[in-house]
């Protein structure tokens, strides 16, 4: 926390300069700036599903470049890909 007092025949001007030249050397805007845009962690339960469908798509893509379907390092088309529930 930044505390000023005001010094003996300083002018309110004099001290808001002062006030602000401290507020940016500590850095406390910056900081709050950051935290404003701060991307949320996932939850245990997105991360782990999202690496189990990277690994489906990884053994399905195998597969499918097994059986000629698609060339290898070919983008697949999932929207024609039957899905498993």
Request: proline residues 1%.
């Amino acid at each position: 926390m930044i505390e000023l007092r005001k010094k003996e025949k300083e002018s309110t001007l004099n001290l808001l300069r002062r006030f602000t030249k401290k507020v940016r050397q500590s850095g406390v805007l910056l900081k709050a700036r950051q935290n404003k845009f701060r991307l949320r962690a996932k939850n245990k339960r997105k991360v782990k599903n999202s690496a189990l469908r990277r690994e489906r798509l990884r053994a399905l893509r195998a597969e499918m470049s097994k059986l000629g379907e698609i060339k290898p390092g070919e983008k697949m088309d999932l929207s024609k890909i039957k899905r498993k529930r």
